[in-house]
């Protein structure tokens, strides 16, 4: 068998490891690069759903024939959770509850995010704008993402969290026990949930077999250390290494994730991902040894016009391999009027 046939038959298997446990992943369609979500459906008591895909008729149409597959309908969900603040994983939400009744859980810090869905992504945006402009990216380039943005909008909805959860909690069904685990970095709300009897992780973003899960700069949520500090820009990666760490120590057999295959051995992605990290580091720190850059000059450099049609996720890689070096006190950074640059210690 070839290694993507072996890979495809090792995902299956895993797969029909979860179904046997009663937990069915249901592939979403997206309108994002990233391409399909997985929902996942665990059948148990309440019927649960983790996440949902995004807002559109598209998503709502293979979510309803995906469920009628397993036997249920969408007026059947009992729970919905929702593991981060991602459109493509919440933005059915709120039609599904209504729809449902069902219950909406989420970590407690993400509840007022996802209530007030519209004003938090309205400052997102501007936090984000800030950011740009500061690491110079031009203006008319931050001007046209901004348009972007607004018309990504409308695949999420607010949704209001009726079952917050704290981390560390548990979430009981009638045959399992799932943790509640926050785990930031890709996003501030990452939330992973781990079934130990089963040593199982619903994971969602925060780790994904085929890509790397960009830890994207977001704004702060409210009541979280970072928040109490808006002077400093949050260090997206670092925290997510530090959340890896954490999972890393963990004993898990299977961990399901928010996009694509089943991952069975979490400890050779997570240490494939710290290498990536501190590679991608080293080539930043050559690039700034010259000369100080922007952060934006620095992704130019290192991917092109992929720096300006995706400024704000290039510049989130750059901005938080700078941090890595920055804690190393291998470069610092170098006020220049409006922008600031780096610069290798
Ligand atoms: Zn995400």
Redesign the pocket.
């Known amino acids: 068998m070839s290694r993507s046939g072996e890979a495809a038959a090792s995902a299956e298997q895993a797969l029909a490891i979860a179904s046997d446990a009663g937990i069915h992943r249901l592939a979403i369609p997206t309108p994002f690069q990233?391409g399909r979500v997985n929902a996942y459906l665990i059948e148990d008591e309440p019927l649960t759903l983790l996440d949902s895909g995004p807002n559109s008729a598209k998503a709502m149409d293979e979510l309803e024939r995906a469920l009628a597959a397993h036997g249920h309908r969408i007026e059947d969900i009992e729970l919905l959770v929702i593991t981060?603040?991602?459109m493509?994983?919440f933005g059915l939400a709120s039609i599904l509850a209504r729809r449902s009744g069902a219950e909406v859980a989420a970590l407690d810090a993400l509840a007022p995010y996802l209530a007030g869905y519209s004003a938090h992504t309205d400052l997102d945006d501007r936090f984000a704008e800030e950011i740009m402009l500061r690491h110079g990216i031009p203006s008319e380039v931050v001007t046209a993402l901004r348009a972007v943005s607004a018309g990504f909008r409308a695949w999420g909805s607010a949704v209001e969290v009726t079952r917050p959860l704290a981390d560390g909690s548990t979430l009981q069904l009638r045959d399992r026990e799932l943790t509640v685990l926050h785990r930031p970095g890709?996003?501030p709300s990452?939330t992973v949930f781990f079934d130990a009897a089963r040593s199982t992780l619903l994971a969602?973003?925060h780790l994904i077999a085929h890509i790397s899960?960009n830890p994207?700069l977001a704004r702060p949520l409210p009541g979280t250390p970072d928040a109490e500090h808006p002077e400093r820009r949050p260090r997206a990666l670092l925290t997510y290494l530090d959340s890896l760490e954490r999972t890393r120590e963990m004993d898990i057999s299977l961990v399901l994730p928010?996009h694509g295959d089943p991952i069975t051995d979490h400890r050779a992605v997570i240490d494939d991902r710290f290498r990536l990290h501190r590679g991608r580091a080293e080539k930043i720190l050559g690039l700034i040894s010259p000369e100080p850059r922007t952060a934006h000059e620095i992704a130019h450099e290192l991917w092109g016009n992929v720096a300006v049609t995706q400024a704000y996720l290039t510049l989130s890689e750059v901005l938080g391999h700078m941090d890595l070096l920055l804690q190393e006190g291998r470069a610092s950074e170098v006020e220049d009027g409006e922008v600031l640059r780096f610069t290798a210690a």
Do not use: I, P
Request: no cysteine; charged share 20%.
């Open positions: 990233v981060h603040q991602h493509d994983h890709h996003s990452d969602a973003d899960s994207l928010g």
